[in-house]
């Protein structure tokens, strides 16, 4: 799947413009002082090169060895510590606890993400921010009705079969899940933005450079603003532990 989710995911003009938006978004809603970063399921390791390029010594945790392979192609002379270990085993791998913890695209691919979202909670240390990113399940609805397919958002049958033919995740959350969740580990939710607010839902793609300077210029202006923010294909979090204790809350499995 790693050459699917490859070209799927940042081979494209919607991965392109995900990518652009994060690069303007993490220094707005994160406090960045070069502290050390985990960067949870990361994939490709884009966002690892992210944060290792303006000074944060990072660790990139990823389950798939293939993944991580080909992350490490991507990093190229990075000294970015790669991990092969998913997001459960995390606890006992590397606790921490970490001043900063991405998470993107991660938790709609489990099958209890609110169970994640506490284990993620456990490794923060007390203040530290958790950068979330989760695949919008009201969102989906949307781009379902826009596509003509009714009957399926009117059962709300909006998650993906893991059956490995298409990259529709099969835990799409909401907000409401998002912010519920987060109260009960004892995380604070001081910024949200959504990800691709209008991109998803245009009947063709921009064809000139210009078209998709001025998309760009609209994902920008809106993404943080209510209520386009709620329709982001993903919406990205910045939530804070505001405690000292043990996060541990019973998991719904």
């Given at each position: 799947?790693?050459?699917?989710?490859?070209?799927?995911?940042?081979?494209?003009?919607?991965?392109?413009?995900?990518?652009?938006?994060?690069?303007?978004?993490?220094?707005?809603?994160?406090?960045?002082?070069?502290?050390?970063?985990?960067?949870?399921?990361?994939?490709?390791?884009?966002l690892?090169?992210?944060?290792?390029?303006?000074?944060?010594?990072v660790?990139?945790?990823?389950?798939?060895?293939?993944?991580?392979?080909?992350?490490?192609?991507?990093?190229g002379?990075?000294?970015?510590?790669?991990?092969?270990?998913?997001?459960?085993?995390?606890?006992q791998?590397?606790?921490?606890?970490?001043?900063?913890?991405?998470?993107?695209?991660?938790?709609?691919?489990?099958?209890?993400?609110?169970?994640?979202?506490?284990?993620?909670?456990?490794?923060?240390?007390?203040?530290?921010?958790?950068?979330?990113?989760?695949f919008?399940?009201?969102?989906?609805?949307?781009?379902?009705?826009?596509?003509?397919?009714?009957?399926?958002?009117?059962?709300?049958?909006?998650?993906?079969t893991?059956?490995?033919?298409?990259?529709?995740?099969?835990s799409?959350?909401?907000?409401?899940?998002?912010?519920?969740w987060?109260?009960?580990?004892?995380?604070?939710?001081?910024?949200v933005?959504?990800?691709?607010?209008f991109?998803?839902?245009?009947?063709?793609?921009?064809?000139?450079?210009?078209?998709r300077?001025?998309?760009?210029e609209?994902?920008?202006r809106?993404?943080?603003?209510d209520?386009?923010?709620?329709?982001?294909?993903?919406?990205l979090?910045?939530?804070?532990?505001?405690?000292?204790?043990?996060?541990a809350?019973?998991?719904?499995?």
């Amino acid at each position: 799947m790693v050459d699917k989710f490859a070209d799927s995911l940042y081979g494209s003009s919607r991965g392109e413009l995900r990518l652009a938006l994060l690069d303007r978004l993490l220094p707005e809603m994160l406090t960045l002082e070069r502290q050390s970063v985990l960067d949870v399921g990361g994939g490709l390791g884009q966002l690892a090169a992210w944060f290792h390029d303006r000074g944060h010594a990072v660790t990139l945790a990823e389950p798939s060895g293939e993944m991580l392979a080909r992350a490490g192609e991507q990093l190229g002379e990075r000294s970015v510590s790669l991990l092969q270990a998913p997001l459960q085993a995390l606890p006992q791998e590397t606790p921490g606890p970490w001043p900063l913890i991405a998470c993107h695209a991660v938790l709609e691919w489990l099958a209890d993400p609110r169970a994640a979202l506490v284990t993620l909670a456990s490794l923060l240390a007390p203040g530290g921010q958790l950068s979330l990113m989760i695949f919008n399940r009201d969102a989906l609805r949307l781009s379902n009705v826009v596509k003509g397919n009714l009957e399926k958002a009117l059962a709300d049958r909006l998650e993906g079969t893991g059956q490995r033919k298409r990259l529709t995740p099969i835990s799409p959350l909401t907000h409401a899940q998002v912010a519920s969740w987060s109260a009960e580990c004892a995380l604070e939710i001081r910024e949200v933005a959504g990800i691709r607010v209008f991109s998803d839902y245009l009947r063709r793609p921009p064809e000139s450079d210009a078209d998709r300077e001025r998309l760009l210029e609209l994902e920008q202006r809106y993404c943080r603003a209510d209520p386009h923010w709620r329709l982001g294909r993903y919406l990205l979090y910045t939530l804070v532990r505001t405690d000292g204790s043990d996060t541990a809350v019973e998991s719904t499995s």
